[in-house]
């Protein structure tokens, strides 16, 4: 069984009908990449997997629990943690408190403390810039900063919506290695992307998504070589 | 360069210059009569700025009701006036009761505390009712909706109380200990004045931690930032939205009390407007969605309400200036609107937006 099953989603905003039945799995310890244009559906699809928005018809279950009974709050609790689109930093907290509202849900003092030790460790461009306000890191700290803030929440399924957006290529390279880091000591990534060539090369397997609907899955591998792939998301003729 | 300025400038620009001159030339022109020609010493000075700060920290209590649901909600909650009367006028009961059975007279101290709890829970306890019944059900309509809500749940409270226990003002007992006077950089000062002031101010300190250095606070915060990616963290907007109207409403009862204490006239149904207005006119001051803003706004509002009309209306040769302090209020609330509608702390608004 799978970690994570969407099962034949849709979901509306407003009349709008954005998604029109996606199904995707993910795997115990998996890096699962959503790749697709802009407006396909990728950002909304991560946003019905955390409970910001709720699909009207379909099923999603973590483990096999079926998660449409539990409000977004509460889905930090089941081990899902979001890196939002556009990072999502509190900008007017500090470095520290943000990675605090990450363990907003524990109250393990003891282990908060070394969890975010960890993350100082894993970045410490961080720990330098502790007691500075968000808002003045630039855009790659941030970026780091939100991903220790989701795992600061110790989650089993990390959901990340363009970790690249708007940064430097030797930026993104640094957080595809972050990712790849994470990934390998047991966080299962489902990984939205537009840099569709990075997304599949740090990633296990692949979903292309088009105007709502899925239209590809295969093995990250398998889909770089893929020729609609590569002429749609790639860049090669 | 100097033309390209010349011409970018719009016919308003121009008069909200001129407005911005002549309300300088005016204020200082007041100023500079009142003081030249020396009409009060500096005793009655004192007492006036002793009684504005007094004044000015309740305010500055109310305002933090509006300042602490507009940085959550972007709503303001135009029924906070009517949350402080309800809990002063509550209270003006058990107070007489208190004084009654000797309770204020022998335990004054312990006395007046249970005053200001019963009347911010009474306060807050509407607060929440008022949340969960008018806004709630209204947190995604247009903005102008739940505003007019506001006021639907202003004139309900008001004619409630007004059904309930009359038209007619009712007075806080006079405490004993509260009588008389204490010298404060060698002035005169009635000892209520300081009192109240200290208590508002350790109060505003306590809110100020409570937002800033506990968990409960920094959820607050997130919530005002962010309502999706605090939910993300797991934060239960509902709670928080919930215990930051139970907030507001125990510091606005807590300033009914204050209130009470402070101003011989009583508590009446209608008691609640003006303070509500001066109040949102504070927390406008200080920058809207800015804690220390509306400490700060309020305070600034008491001082300037007490000294503007004998510093400044008199010396344009106003006759009986006391009474416009609140057209002095007012004016502030104008002036600020045209000319810093951010307030003195306050972010644009373009920032917030975002």
Redesign the interface.
């Known amino acids: 069984m799978a970690m994570l099953e969407v099962k034949d989603i849709h979901t509306y905003y407003g009349n709008i009908h954005a998604l029109k039945g996606v199904s995707l799995e993910v795997n115990q310890g998996e890096i699962v990449t959503l790749i697709g244009a802009n407006g396909a559906g990728k950002t909304t699809t991560l946003r019905t997997i955390s409970g910001l928005l709720k699909p009207r018809q379909g099923s999603i279950s973590l483990n096999g629990e079926d998660l449409h009974k539990y409000p977004a709050h509460e889905l930090v609790y089941k081990g899902i943690a979001m890196v939002p689109e556009g990072r999502g930093v509190f900008s007017k907290m500090s470095v520290q408190e943000n990675l605090e509202m990450g363990a907003y849900h524990r109250n393990d003092k003891a282990a908060i403390l070394s969890d975010m030790d960890y993350i100082f460790g894993l970045f410490p461009r961080l720990k330098e810039r502790r007691r500075q306000v968000s808002g003045t890191l630039s855009g790659g700290e941030q970026q780091m900063l939100a991903t220790g803030r989701a795992l600061m929440s110790r989650p089993t399924l990390l959901l990340m919506d363009e970790p690249s957006m708007g940064l430097a290529p030797i930026l993104v390279e640094g957080i595809f290695d972050t990712i790849e880091a994470i990934n390998k000591e047991g966080t299962t990534v489902l990984l939205v992307e537009q840099n569709a060539l990075m997304a599949l090369s740090i990633a296990h397997r692949g979903y292309v998504l088009q105007t709502g609907q899925m239209v590809l899955t295969d093995n990250a591998e398998k889909l770089k070589k893929n020729e609609m792939v590569q002429k749609a998301y790639l860049g090669i003729d | 360069m100097f033309k390209k300025t010349l011409a970018r400038l719009s016919w308003v620009d121009i008069f909200l210059r001129v407005l911005q001159l002549v309300a300088a030339i005016v204020i200082v022109y007041g100023l500079v009569t009142t003081f030249t020609t020396a009409r009060y010493s500096s005793e009655q000075w004192a007492t006036l700025a002793f009684a504005g700060l007094a004044q000015g920290s309740i305010y500055a209590l109310i305002a933090l009701g509006y300042t602490l649901v507009y940085g959550i909600l972007l709503m303001i909650n135009f029924a906070h006036g009517e949350i402080y009367m309800a809990g002063a006028f509550s209270t003006v009961f058990l107070a007489m009761y208190f004084d009654r059975n000797g309770f204020l007279a022998s335990n004054p101290l312990v006395a007046i505390i249970v005053l200001i709890l019963f009347s911010a829970a009474i306060s807050s306890g509407i607060a929440i009712l008022l949340e969960r019944i008018a806004y709630r059900p209204l947190r995604n309509a247009p903005r102008l909706i739940p505003l007019i809500t506001a006021i639907g749940a202003s004139f309900l409270l008001q004619y409630t109380f007004r059904g309930l226990f009359g038209s007619q003002f009712r007075s806080y007992p006079e405490v004993s200990i509260l009588r008389g006077t204490w010298t404060i950089l060698g002035f005169n000062v009635p000892i209520v004045q300081p009192v109240v002031f200290l208590a508002a101010v350790s109060l505003m300190i306590t809110l100020y931690w409570y937002v800033e250095r506990t968990?409960a606070g920094?959820?607050m915060?997130?919530v005002s930032?962010?309502k999706?990616?605090?939910?993300?963290?797991?934060?239960?907007?509902d709670k928080v939205i919930v215990s930051t109207f139970a907030l507001g409403g125990a510091l606005a009862g807590a300033a009914g009390v204050f209130n009470g204490l402070f101003r011989p006239q009583g508590v009446f149904f209608l008691m609640g407007f003006f303070p509500g207005i001066k109040a949102f006119t504070a927390a406008v001051l200080g920058g809207i969605g800015n804690i220390p803003g509306a400490m700060f706004g309020g305070l600034l509002l008491g001082l300037i309400e007490s000294l503007g009309p004998n510093a400044v209306l008199e010396g344009l040769g106003i006759p009986a200036a006391n009474q416009l302090k609140d057209a002095i209020a007012f004016t502030v609330l104008v002036l600020i609107l045209i000319f810093r509608p951010q307030g003195i702390f306050g972010e644009r608004l373009a920032e917030k937006k975002a």
């Open positions: 968990k920094r959820a915060r997130a930032e962010d999706a990616v605090a939910r993300l963290m797991g934060v239960d907007i």
